[in-house]
T-cell receptor
Framework: GAGVSQTPSNKVTEKGKYVELRCDPI?????LYWYRQSLGQGPEFLIY????????DSGLPNDRFFAVRPEGSVSTLKIQRTERGDSAVYLC???????????FGNGTRLTVT | GQQLNQSPQSMFIQEGEDVSMNCTSS?????WLWYKQDPGEGPVLLIA?????ELTSNGRLTAQFGITRKDSFLNISASIPSDVGIYFC??????????????FGKGTKLSVKP
């Protein structure tokens, strides 16, 4: 597709469960980012990949959060033992490379009950 | 850490009016980006600014990168109903900061004047 694709668009899970969120970036974009957006706030950085490696994971809130990008394209954000405070919209973005504008997907709305 | 402050937080527009919003920081930013977000969608890039003093237009939108590198403004001329939404400024800080960590303001929400 032409843009960043995120699946699922909505995810409802029970507290304590494990979830995976998927991101398919724009073809040819080497950089991939995960952000989290709470209601009324701007997106907050979680992790950034350059190719297959996580170049900066300083935004991950704790060790329940993990992300992979094994082949340098699709990425999966994984959240273990979900908590109600994890409820938010998780946005994925990609860019051509260093310091180039990010292009965002429509996000996955995660609700933890 | 570095923060971006956007003002106003919200504003009402009447069709045909010009709109102005700005973004400030206590520290220097090397790049300013302006995004618009509609409900249920991700932010969409409007304008990117790379040099201090740069003035860039995109249709009815005009944005400027402040000379001090600590601020930017976005103007919308002759607003139309589809301009409603949330506008975010974003930027990368000074060298040494993470290139992955694009910092966002909290947004300016544009609504239609009742």
């Amino acid at each position: 597709g032409a843009g960043v694709s995120q699946t699922p668009s909505n995810k409802v899970t029970e507290k304590g469960k494990y979830v995976e969120l998927r991101c398919d970036p724009i073809s040819g974009h080497t950089a991939l980012y995960w952000y989290r957006q709470s209601l009324g706030q701007g997106p907050e950085f979680l992790i950034y990949f350059q190719g297959t490696g996580a170049a900066d994971d300083s935004g991950l809130p704790n060790d329940r959060f993990f992300a992979v990008r094994p082949e340098g394209s699709v990425s999966t954000l994984k959240i273990q033992r979900t908590e109600r405070g994890d409820s938010a919209v998780y946005l994925c973005a990609s860019s051509l490379g260093r310091m180039t504008p990010l292009h965002f997907g429509n996000g996955t709305r995660l609700t933890v009950t | 850490g570095q923060q971006l402050n956007q003002s106003p937080q919200s504003m009402f527009i009447q069709e045909g009016e010009d709109v102005s919003m700005n973004c400030t920081s206590s520290s220097i930013f090397n790049t300013w980006l302006w995004y618009k977000q509609d409900p249920g969608e991700g932010p969409v890039l409007l304008i990117a600014l790379y040099k201090a003093g740069e003035l860039t237009s995109n249709g009815r939108l005009t944005a400027q990168f402040g000379i001090t590198r600590k601020d930017s403004f976005l103007n919308i001329s002759a607003s139309i109903p589809s301009d409603v939404g949330i506008y975010f400024c974003a930027g990368w800080g000074t060298p040494g900061g993470s290139q992955g960590n694009l910092i966002f303001g909290k947004g300016t929400k544009l609504s239609v004047k009742p």
